[in-house]
């Protein structure tokens, strides 16, 4: 199969370079910034995309008019600029994931199961912790977290409390806590907490290797180019839905 990487003088985008070779992928065209992608999408199957959340729009115009399948791992966009791309995504077969690993996958997994057990008696906090170069926040993943648990709850984004500050009176049971620590080189920490009064549980995932979130775009990639034009995510491709 051929793909082209978009960002691929990035962190990711070099990852997803040797996952492909490890894989037995051929890689038509490594794009970075300035490069021309119409051109390099006309000579591959698929794009992998690790670039800046400024970068999807004329991507996905790009691959809507070549009808080329992609897979869409740049984290954050708003939730306006979000609503527009996935109506544009639809037009092809798209896999848009916030996280791809595994481990981060069934994580998202339990924690919709943990929220609909244990209700709203517990308290919901997630925690993220990233590398010092990381330009937003919270991550795609903990974002995803938090989708999961306000859905399960039926709770809107005005629930979600982006840590705290100051005289912030006692924590409501409709909150839902987020914060972001930044530092050193550290590839992605996840922490969803559920506390009681007299106990806590606390789903945790530690990612050491980008190569991890490499190999599952890549395995993505090989799964999106065989579906109908559609958005899908990490847990269509993995059959966890
Ligand atoms: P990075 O800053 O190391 O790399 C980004 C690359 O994209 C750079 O080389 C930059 O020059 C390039 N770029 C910027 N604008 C571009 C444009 N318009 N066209 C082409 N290339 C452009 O960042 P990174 O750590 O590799 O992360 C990239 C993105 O992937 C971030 O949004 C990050 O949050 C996300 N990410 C997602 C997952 C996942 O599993 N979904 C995992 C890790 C990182």
């Known amino acids: 199969m051929k793909i082209m990487i978009n960002g691929a003088k990035g962190r990711m985008g070099q990852a997803v370079a040797s ?25 591959s199957e698929a794009v992998v995309d690790f670039s800046s959340h400024t970068a999807t729009r004329s991507l996905l ?12 791992g740049t984290t954050g966009h708003s939730a306006e600029e979000k ?16 996280n791809f690993s595994v481990g981060v ?23 993220e912790m ?14 995803r977290l938090l989708e999961i648990i306000l859905e399960e709850r ?18 409501k049971p409709t909150e839902v806590g987020i914060h972001a620590i930044r530092g050193g080189d550290v590839v992605g920490d996840h922490t969803v907490i559920f506390a009681a009064l007299g106990e806590r549980v606390e789903l945790t995932h530690k990612a050491s290797d980008r190569g991890i979130f490499a190999r599952g775009a890549l395995r993505a990639a090989q799964w999106v180019v065989t579906q109908k034009p559609g958005v899908y995510d990490m847990q269509d491709v993995l059959g966890l839905k």
């Not at 492909?20 to 051929?26: I, K, P, Q």
């Not at 709770?155 to 924590?171: F, M, Q, V």
Request: glycine residues 8%; aromatic residues 4%.
């Open 61 to 72: 115009e790009l691959a809507v008019a070549q009808r080329k399948p992609v897979v869409l």
């Open 105 to 127: 996958n069934l994580v998202f997994a339990l924690t919709r199961r943990a929220s609909a057990i244990l209700g709203s008696d517990y308290d919901a906090e997630v925690l």
């Open 19 to 43: 996952a492909a070779a490890e894989m037995g992928l051929t890689v038509t065209a490594a794009v970075d910034v300035g490069d021309d992608i119409a051109a390099a999408l006309a000579r």
């Open 154 to 171: 039926k709770l809107d984004a005005k629930a979600l409390r982006h840590g705290r500050e100051g005289i912030t009176g006692e924590r």
């Open 83 to 98: 609503k527009y791309l996935l109506a544009l995504a639809g037009e092809i077969p798209c896999v848009w994931a916030g």
């Open 130 to 143: 990233h590398h010092r170069f990381k330009k937003d926040a919270p991550s795609g993943t903990a974002s």
